[in-house]
């Protein structure tokens, strides 16, 4: 059986034009154009030509077809200027990672959505009434990943041909997904999480993101939600100086430019002051980094628990990528490389650290046991900021 949809989405997952697969593969444009419309269906020879050059294996292109995601209901930053490659290739990497976890969930009961959406506040108040509901008071914000996975997102670290994006969110058939590029400093990785949880409280699956009135309502969501206006006065920041400023963006785990621009939009900066301090601050190399930051780029709790729980039942990361349809270096691309790869000439295993979550091994129906996530525990834990 061959499939045509899937041959269509590992191209556009390795961000390849017709031409260029014929290029890598030695197929003609004009033959791979056939077998993705339909038109023909290819050789066993010249299949495992496509799936050498596309890094899938054969069984890939006979699985069923993978589920499509729409352009506009996805959080693109900027959607215009990304290329039809860029935009491709992630939309191919969402239909990937909802195959990953649709397997994942009929093998384990994963936390259940728990984000509320406020479409019709202003993202400041948005802001506070989700660290409301949450239970976080005035507080730093705990590792937001084990956060959004504890009510319910399901996140991916986004693959090396798809970093252009940036990170990107949607909403599937009523589950979150949060997509983030794991290059990032652990403070600016922190943003752009916060930021997609704003399109996901701000913009719901009824309102579909778009424009840069959009992105700007994420990025005020953010703020507010990292640095709560009651805890930032509680700083007393009027007027702060640089050294104080990167003194305390370590309390609330943000970029030093994050929080100078928090605390001008609360009027705790003048905009002589502002100014001063941000060119003060790109001059000490902080406009697109986090000098000398000791923070931890958070990664995924929910799923290395369960590797961990796939382990315990003696799976093996091949076992778990080949179930998948898949090879096990893809599969690590879309989960914080926690799946355990081969060094090479070492024959050692290497993963991840995993934080600890607790998680119940799922059995067939009737013996009550699942996996799950104790919600409450992770907002009062982890708090690495």
């Excluded at 030509?49 to 890094?55: M, P, T």
């Excluded at 943000?254 to 929080?259: D, I, P």
């Amino acid at each position: 059986m061959f499939t045509p949809e899937r041959l269509v989405l590992a191209r556009r997952r390795r961000r390849m034009t017709l031409a260029a697969l014929a290029r890598e593969s030695g197929i003609s444009s004009q033959s791979i154009t056939a077998f993705e419309n339909h038109r023909r269906i290819p050789t066993p020879e010249t299949l495992s030509s496509l799936a050498v050059a596309l890094r899938f294996p054969v069984a890939f292109f006979e699985a069923f077809s993978a589920t499509d995601i729409r352009a506009d209901s996805v959080s693109f930053r900027a959607p215009s200027k990304m290329s039809a490659l860029e935009r491709d290739c992630a939309l191919g990497v969402g239909s990937l990672a909802l195959t990953i976890n649709a397997w994942l969930e009929d093998r384990f009961k994963l936390p259940r959505p728990n984000l509320p959406t406020y479409p019709d506040v202003t993202p400041e108040d948005a802001a506070e009434r989700l660290r409301a509901y949450w239970g976080l008071g005035e507080a730093p914000v705990p590792n937001l990943v084990h956060l959004l996975e504890a009510n319910g997102a399901r996140v991916f670290s986004l693959p090396q041909e798809c970093l252009d994006a940036d990170a990107f969110s949607t909403i599937q058939s009523g589950t979150p997904f949060v997509f983030l590029n794991t290059r990032k400093s652990g403070e600016r990785g922190r943003f752009d999480a916060a930021h997609e949880l704003g399109h996901l409280i701000l913009h719901c699956e009824h309102r579909l993101p778009g424009g840069r009135d959009s992105e700007s309502d994420a990025n005020a969501f953010a703020s507010a939600f990292l640095m709560p206006r009651a805890g930032i006065l509680a700083q007393d920041l009027v007027n702060a100086s640089t050294e104080r400023i990167l003194s305390a963006k370590r309390r609330w785990g943000v970029s030093a430019m994050a929080l100078t621009y928090r605390l001008r939009a609360m009027d705790l900066l003048s905009e002589w002051r502002y100014h001063q301090t941000a060119k003060q601050l790109a001059q000490m190399g902080y406009r697109r980094a986090e000098p000398d930051s000791s923070m931890v780029r958070e990664s995924s709790q929910l799923l290395a628990k369960v590797f961990e729980a796939l382990r315990a039942q003696g799976m093996t990361a091949g076992d778990v990528a080949a179930n998948m349809k898949i090879f096990p270096e893809e599969l690590n691309e879309f989960v914080f490389g926690l799946v355990p790869v081969s060094i090479s000439g070492g024959g050692q295993l290497t993963a991840a650290a995993r934080p600890e979550l607790r998680l119940v091994t799922a059995q067939p129906a009737g013996t009550g046991r699942t996996i799950a996530a104790d919600a409450a525990h992770l907002r009062k834990s982890s708090r690495r900021v």
